[in-house]
């Protein structure tokens, strides 16, 4: 079975500041997705960004990007620039078939 | 991106009695799906609603507890059961297509059992 493991409870930034949240995962499997949510205090599942594991390239979106190290099943997100909305949980999210397994996310709090 | 409504939004139910959450997507979607999220933990798949089939439960859940159903492409309910303090949670709604496509959730059903 596949696990996913998020070693950061809490994290805290400065405003306009860069932050990187860890993420680890367990598969035998070759072909899957991985993925990064934010769930702010509305509950709203919040897709933040999407790496497909074929592809070398990390992904990119907007101040958002990965670090996806696949030998190592590594998988952390770069917040860059970073806002006030950006506060939320944070959760790495390993998907195979469309069935999501979640970690136990990473709570992110933004000083202003 | 799909747009998912979830209803209701949250619910304070009394304990033995059952609830049912609707989950309505704008457009047809391939795949739907069932989490819960306990308080202050991650989410747990509880079992992929199939269309015009029985749903696919995961371990530990059990449709007896958690009958689903999905009588469409656009349309899926999550019945809580015979409910008991331990099933305050947020149960979450989410669809898609095939292979790993992105999610979409709806915004959560926030139930309390006293």
């Known amino acids: 079975a596949q696990t996913v493991t998020q070693s950061q409870p809490e994290m805290s930034v400065q405003e306009a500041e860069t932050v990187t949240l860890s993420c680890t995962y367990d598969?035998?499997?070759?072909?899957?997705?991985l993925f990064w949510y934010k769930q702010p205090p509305s509950r709203q599942m919040i897709l933040v960004i999407r790496?497909?594991?074929?592809?070398?390239q990390n992904a990119t979106e907007n101040r958002f990007s990965v670090n996806f190290q696949k030998a190592a099943k590594s998988f952390s997100l770069k917040i860059s620039d970073s806002q006030l909305g950006d506060a939320a949980m944070y959760f790495c999210?390993?998907?195979?078939?469309?069935?999501?397994?979640f970690g136990e996310g990473t709570q992110l709090t933004v000083n202003p | 991106s799909a747009v998912i409504s979830q209803k209701p939004s949250r619910d304070i139910c009394q304990r033995g009695t059952s609830l049912t959450i609707q989950c309505q997507v704008d457009?047809?979607?391939?795949?739907m799906f069932w989490y819960r999220q306990q308080p202050g933990q991650s989410l747990t798949l509880i079992a992929t609603?199939?269309?015009?089939?029985?749903?696919?439960?995961e371990s530990g859940f059990v449709i007896d507890k958690f009958p689903i159903s999905r009588p469409n492409l656009t349309f899926s309910t999550l019945t809580v059961s015979n409910m008991s303090p331990e099933d305050s949670s947020i149960y979450l709604c989410?669809?898609?297509?095939?292979?790993?496509?992105?999610?979409?959730f709806g915004s959560g059903t926030q139930l309390s059992v006293l």
């Open positions: 989410s669809a898609g297509g095939h292979a790993n496509e992105k999610l979409f």
């Open positions: 598969t035998s499997e070759s072909d899957y997705y």
């Open positions: 790496q497909e594991a074929y592809k070398q």
């Open positions: 999210a390993y998907g195979s078939g469309s069935r999501l397994t």
């Open positions: 457009s047809q979607v391939t795949m």
């Open positions: 609603a199939n269309q015009g089939s029985e749903a696919t439960y």
